[in-house]
């Protein structure tokens, strides 16, 4: 017997938590979100780069690591680059020509045979892929007001999370055309992402932005001018930007450690996948609602939350070494991650002055890069020499160092953040709230 009162009531709920999650977002925004999902849904390569070296091209684990080291010291450099440009050039010349050059790196590295060219068409790979993402955090705070953009930030990682499950679980489907073929398709997604760019999106970036009447606490008077020595002299960006490094070399674990434990411990590759692949869902699924309900609360105090629960989920494997252990593991420290990520993101974007979003973006970038080049370097050496229990002692031992440093920060980044918005820093470009047309 169906009650048409009854399921009236749960399709109001439905609209108003869907417009919740999804309304109120400038129409570029959406564009900007289609790209990502877009660009993402082609990520092949990189996540099977190890598999593919030591697999088909027979290389030694040794070297797969010598070329996954060289991919993050070019993302390393291309961020902060990528950030400069994005100011300097403009956000939308920089994505379009970042992600070209990006499409055609990988292109090139498929038919990489030799050590030499593989070293260096790695390298060339992290030059390119990571000068987009300033570029586009910048874009979205440029069009996205202050008070929403958590939430467009959580929805722009729950989009880069949605395109690498769906790829990751195509990744048997593309190989059964032979290796290359995921190179092509990754280089097509991207470029695919660039003409959805190119034709929806309007440039972004500010022009003849006044600059503020009085210095703002945490900045020197140096920091209040332009360029990068502007942004490294921001002490409070600084201090933020080194601590939530800290926090990022103990998620980063997640990438070899963890893994190196599974095997260690006896599980099958398909185990490893099927608990790798908890991450994405959980991320999928619980991303809107959860950063919404952290929304409410005070964002030094989520993010140091959040760095405690990664700290506490990696260090499960205390316990034992079962699925079960890891399973619970990874889905401790997912919800530590759906809480910082978003959440820096945005801090990030409240403390930056609208000309320098982009510089501001690529330090922190480096953050994530550069945690991604020495987390598995440290954490691999350890587990080598002394074993887990060492390894999963000091993620906690570090996760709750940086959420001390954090909660000690945590009244300077209010304060700032007040200041920068009461002096401008929260210009939203009006132009190009606008676009010919919207996804949405």
């Known amino acids: 017997m169906r009650f048409p009162g009854a399921s009236s009531a749960a399709a109001d709920r439905a609209r108003k938590a869907a417009h919740s999650a999804f309304g109120g977002l400038p129409g570029a925004f959406w564009w900007i979100w289609l790209?990502?999902?877009?660009?993402?849904?082609?990520?092949?390569?990189?996540?099977?780069?190890?598999?593919?070296?030591?697999?088909?091209?027979?290389?030694?684990?040794?070297?797969?690591?010598?070329?996954?080291?060289?991919?993050?010291?070019?993302?390393?450099?291309?961020?902060?680059?990528?950030?400069?440009l994005a100011d300097r050039v403009g956000r939308k010349p920089t994505l379009v020509v970042s992600l070209t050059a990006n499409a055609a790196s990988i292109i090139a590295l498929g038919y990489a045979r030799s050590p030499?060219?593989?070293?260096?068409?790695?390298?060339?790979?992290?030059?390119?892929?990571?000068?987009?993402?300033?570029?586009?955090?910048?874009?979205?705070?440029?069009?996205?007001?202050?008070?929403?953009?958590?939430?467009?930030?959580g929805l722009n990682y729950w989009a880069i999370n949605i395109g690498f499950s769906?790829?990751?679980l195509s990744i048997g489907l593309v190989?059964?055309?032979?290796?290359?073929?995921?190179?092509?398709?990754?280089?097509?997604?991207?470029?695919?992402?660039?003409?959805?760019?190119?034709?929806?999106?309007?440039?972004?970036?500010?022009?003849?932005?006044?600059?503020p009447t009085k210095p703002i606490a945490g900045r020197t008077r140096a920091a209040s001018g332009d360029g990068l020595t502007a942004v490294l002299r921001d002490r409070v960006f600084i201090a933020f930007v080194a601590v939530f490094f800290l926090m990022l070399l103990v998620l980063q674990q997640y990438n070899t450690t963890q893994p190196m434990a599974m095997a260690h411990d006896g599980l099958t590759a398909a185990e490893v996948g099927y608990i790798s692949a908890i991450n994405g869902v959980l991320i999928v699924a619980l991303q809107l609602p959860l950063v919404r309900w952290l929304e409410?609360?005070?964002?030094?105090?989520?993010?140091?939350?959040?760095?405690?629960?990664?700290?506490?989920?990696?260090?499960?494997?205390?316990?034992?070494?079962?699925?079960?252990?890891?399973?619970?593991?990874?889905?401790?420290?997912?919800?530590?991650?759906?809480?910082?990520?978003?959440?820096?993101?945005?801090?990030?974007?409240?403390?930056?002055?609208?000309?320098?979003?982009?510089?501001?973006?690529?330090?922190?970038?480096?953050?994530w890069s550069g945690s991604a080049v020495l987390a598995p370097l440290a954490g691999g050496a350890a587990f080598t020499a002394f074993g887990g229990t060492p390894v999963w002692l000091g993620c906690v031992v570090l996760a709750a160092i940086s959420a001390v440093a954090l909660l000690r920060l945590g009244p300077s980044l209010i304060r700032r953040i007040d200041q920068a918005a009461e002096q401008g820093a929260d210009l939203i470009v009006e132009d190009a709230l606008e676009p010919a047309a919207s996804p949405a």
């Open 35 to 84: 790209g990502t999902l877009v660009n993402r849904l082609g990520s092949f390569v990189l996540p099977l780069l190890a598999f593919y070296l030591t697999g088909p091209l027979h290389r030694s684990a040794a070297f797969a690591g010598v070329v996954a080291a060289l991919y993050g010291v070019g993302a390393s450099v291309s961020g902060v680059v990528g950030g400069v």
């Open 116 to 153: 030499l060219w593989l070293c260096l068409g790695a390298l060339t790979v992290g030059l390119a892929t990571n000068a987009f993402r300033p570029a586009t955090s910048a874009m979205i705070a440029d069009i996205v007001p202050d008070a929403q953009r958590v939430r467009a930030y």
């Open 166 to 168: 769906v790829a990751s």
């Open 175 to 211: 190989v059964a055309f032979g290796y290359r073929a995921l190179f092509y398709a990754d280089a097509a997604s991207t470029l695919l992402c660039v003409l959805l760019i190119s034709v929806f999106v309007r440039d972004t970036t500010p022009r003849d932005v006044p600059q």
């Open 296 to 367: 409410r609360y005070p964002v030094a105090q989520v993010i140091a939350a959040s760095g405690l629960v990664i700290g506490i989920g990696m260090a499960v494997p205390l316990l034992g070494g079962s699925v079960g252990i890891f399973a619970l593991s990874v889905t401790i420290w997912t919800i530590g991650e759906i809480g910082c990520t978003p959440t820096s993101s945005a801090v990030v974007a409240r403390l930056a002055p609208s000309h320098l979003r982009g510089r501001y973006q690529g330090v922190y970038q480096f953050a």
